[in-house]
């Protein structure tokens, strides 16, 4: 079975201060992959990132980063110098394709974060 | 490329009506599509998986006869909400997987009011 768990339902910051959504996975495979995207209040699901569990080289993208340990299973995504425009729904998700199951993808809870002025 | 068409945007219907909502992969052949219902302040549920040319394959507690699922081409499937209740507002969307990939791509999602 898999699983993803986002512990923090919601997150209030600052505008200019750090924040780290954290993203713990299960999965019985050797393959999978991992995701991150962002829900504005408009509703469309934006993709962040995708990593393949062989690659666990660290990302930056400007203000974001993501920090993937396959040894704990999980996959953070850190926002440097937050702004008001990344106030949203963060899902972290996770595809594998266990027991032929189409590559279905297991989402998380979400974290909603808000980020004030 | 990797486009997911969704439509429409937003639908407001009488109950007991049946409304369609479409989803196209634009420019790619999509093997399987995936029907995902989000209430408000939660997460994406998955409905049922489709397959070009085979029935849906529905989850746990969701009607197959309520929501209606047809994927008759590799570009196109289609959701039908039947006999549609208020209960089934929700905010539904759709995503594709490319013939021979494992991501999936996700169209804008329809938000859907029964009055």
């Known amino acids: 079975a898999q699983k993803v768990t986002q512990a923090q339902t919601e997150i209030s910051v600052v505008e200019k201060e750090d924040v780290t959504l954290d993203c713990v996975y299960e999965?019985?495979?050797?393959?999978?992959?991992l995701f991150w995207y962002k829900q504005p209040p408009s509703g469309e699901l934006v993709f962040l990132i995708r990593?393949?569990?062989?690659?666990?080289q660290n990302e930056i993208s400007g203000r974001y980063s993501w920090n993937f340990q396959k040894s704990t299973s999980s996959f953070n995504f850190t926002i440097t110098a937050s702004q008001v425009v990344d106030s949203a729904v963060y899902f972290c998700?996770?595809?594998?394709?266990?027991?032929?199951?189409?590559?279905?993808?297991?989402f998380g809870k979400g974290t909603l974060l808000t980020v004030n002025p | 490329g990797a486009v997911v068409s969704q439509h429409p945007s937003w639908v407001i219907c009488k109950s007991g009506t049946s409304v369609k909502i479409e989803c196209r992969s634009l420019d790619f052949q999509a093997t399987t599509m995936f029907w995902y219902r989000q209430f408000p302040k939660q997460s994406l549920m998955l409905m049922a998986t489709s397959n070009e040319g085979s029935k849906a394959t529905y989850e746990q507690g969701v009607e197959k006869d309520k929501f209606l699922i047809n994927h008759a081409s590799l570009t196109l499937s289609t959701l039908t909400v039947t006999s549609a209740h208020p209960e089934d507002s929700s905010f539904y969307i759709c995503s594709a997987r490319r013939t021979g990939g494992a991501e999936a791509f996700f169209g804008q999602g329809t938000r859907l009011t029964v009055v």
């Open positions: 999965t019985r495979d050797t393959t999978y992959y």
């Open positions: 998700a996770l595809i594998s394709n266990s027991g032929g199951s189409n590559y279905k993808l297991t």
């Open positions: 990593r393949n569990s062989f690659d666990e």
